[in-house]
């Protein structure tokens, strides 16, 4: 099926999410996929329910409201994503079928090394398996995927026989993963040309491409992919997703847009969209985002060195192929100060997309006046990193009222903490560490206590300046973890936590991602019910 219109089918959620660093709770995910649908994808790959109950309700939530929007726009395809197995074909169907556009995923590994030493079944077996599963989806729901997992390293010949079979069957887009990042794009671009010309019925269908970053080929496979013929690009946000991570949404998504003379192709992607998403899910994933990462990296429209910013005052195209506009990064530096008022305020954030209610208003004045008194300049990236640190939080089981820390040379860094916990009551301790935040962690571990390894902690400057807001990222992981089955892996892995904060002070920024993932941790292990995220519902972004 030619066309000059890329599907996008966005797996954050399920192949992003799978990654070990990267769980989110089920109210972070709803967030995420309202932002994908207000982004523009096709598809959504909302999870894979057969992985717990929390994910299969989390994939239901997401097909419920996100998958029946009631504003009159297009409903993007929820996918859920099920091994070759009945069991998992079931859950898939019951988390996804109140979607008004609803597919199921199937996948079966078809190259020798997983068929020999994972699903120890021979080729017959697992042309058998795709005819009957494939079958069974299909008497459940109009719409089927299928993919040859490993399809990078199997034998074409095979790999044509298997997808007819899975076409007879009634699957309606053949999705190609280099599961494993192995191929290159001169390889990948004729695996896709060879199947689509090779592959009886394959006309009817939709032939996407799902890459892995293992070599760094990741963007590059799929556009040789989508070259050949494949007209739905399966991406992550980001990047993320297992090892070196899947193909980036935003990458294609600029690519195709920035080289459309060359490419010829359109998506449906809104791209002033991007940086919003790109913040929202490394806030909630707790994995951050390397500054000179392709499109959303910190760096990306940053032109330091003088002879660059010479070239760009005389004409921006110099040095810039893509405006920072396009893709929703806000080039104002001065925006507001001290005597701001709460209308300018609200103002400021309508126009950089978030509409807020009387409540949350006076919320984030309040947050703006605190930092105005410590700042001299409020800039939009401010604004976003205030917005994100006092809305896009999980449920404060948990939540920080006052932090003192003594530190330096002279002495033993100690910090004496003050947290409400979920009875209303404050509770205080005073610990020692080997610095601030460790003292700090102490002090909140003795309150907490939900024991934790600390993954990752990142800090970086919002903008620059010695007055900057600080972003403090961790990721943990419980000691007497949860666990969650991997889809491909077939084993309980070990669920992390992120959390995230901002202040000024960044020893404070510290304590609240601390917080912010231990309460996330809390809620699934402690049973404290859903981690909502009750002020970002209320917040309505513009669209
Ligand atoms: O990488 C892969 O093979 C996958 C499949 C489940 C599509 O993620
Ligand atoms: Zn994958």
């Known amino acids: 099926m030619k066309s000059n219109y890329v599907r996008i089918f966005d797996t954050t959620l399920r192949d992003g999410e ?16 309202r932002s994908l649908a207000r982004l523009g994808v096709d598809v959504m790959e909302a999870g894979f329910p057969a992985a717990s109950p929390d994910d299969l309700e989390a994939v239901r939530r997401i097909a419920t409201e996100v998958g029946n929007p009631s504003d009159g726009t297009p409903p993007p395809v929820i996918c859920g994503l099920a091994r070759a197995v009945k069991g998992d074909i079931d859950k898939a169907w019951e988390a996804v079928r109140p979607a008004a556009n609803p597919r199921i995923h199937i996948f079966l590994a078809t190259s020798d090394i997983h068929m020999q030493h994972k699903l120890r079944m021979s080729r017959d077996q697992v042309l058998r398996t795709v005819e009957e599963m494939v079958a069974y989806a299909y008497s459940l729901c109009q719409e089927v995927e299928f993919s040859p997992e490993d399809a990078g390293r199997s034998d074409p010949e095979f790999l044509y026989q298997v997808l007819e079979t899975a076409i007879r069957a009634g699957a309606t887009t053949l999705n190609i993963p280099d599961t494993v990042g192995y191929t290159t794009p001169e390889e990948f671009g004729s695996l896709i040309r060879g199947i689509i010309e090779n592959t009886r019925g394959i006309e009817g269908c939709f032939v996407s491409t799902h890459c892995h970053n293992d070599l760094g080929l990741a963007t590059a496979n799929t556009l040789a992919g989508i070259q050949a013929g494949a007209r739905q690009a399966e991406v992550t946000v980001n990047g993320i997703g297992e090892r070196a991570g899947n193909t980036s949404l ?85 925006v507001l100060g001290k005597h701001s008022g709460r209308h300018a305020l609200k103002v400021r954030l309508y126009e950089l997309g978030y509409d807020l209610n009387d409540d949350d208003l006076n919320k984030a004045f309040q947050r703006f006046k605190n930092l105005a008194d410590k700042k001299k300049t409020i800039t939009d990236a401010d604004l976003e990193a205030l917005v994100a640190d006092e809305f896009y939080q999980p449920r404060e089981i948990y939540a920080l009222d006052g932090l003192q820390v003594s530190c330096g040379t002279m002495g033993m860094p100690t910090a004496t903490v003050r947290l409400r916990g979920p009875d209303g009551k404050l509770q205080i301790q005073a610990a020692v560490g080997t610095g601030p935040v460790d003292a700090t962690y102490k002090a909140i571990d003795a309150i907490v206590k939900a024991p934790s390894t600390l993954l990752e902690f990142a800090i970086h400057a919002v903008t620059e300046g010695i007055d900057a807001l600080g972003e403090v990222t961790v990721r943990i992981q419980g000691t007497n973890g949860s666990h969650k089955l991997d889809a491909q892996k077939g084993i309980e892995q070990p669920r992390t936590f992120g959390g995230h904060g901002a202040d000024t002070d960044i020893v404070v920024a510290s304590a609240k991602a601390y917080l912010a993932a231990l309460n996330k941790l809390l809620v699934v292990t402690n049973h404290f019910g859903p981690a909502e995220v009750p002020s970002v519902q209320a917040l309505t972004v513009k669209v």
């Open 250 to 334: 935003e990458e294609i998504v600029m690519a195709l847009y920035t080289r459309y003379p060359f490419y010829n192709l359109t998506t449906g992607i809104d791209t002033t969209q991007i940086c919003r998403v790109s913040k929202l899910v490394s806030n909630y994933t707790g994995i951050v985002v390397q500054p000179n990462k392709a499109i959303v990296g910190s760096n990306a429209f940053a032109h330091e060195a003088g002879i660059h910013q010479d070239g760009m005052l005389k004409n921006q195209q110099t040095y810039e192929i893509m405006r920072p506009e396009t893709v929703g990064v806000t080039q104002s530096r001065l």
């Open 18 to 33: 799978q990654s070990p660093g990267a769980s989110m709770s089920s109210a972070e995910k709803l967030e995420v996929a």
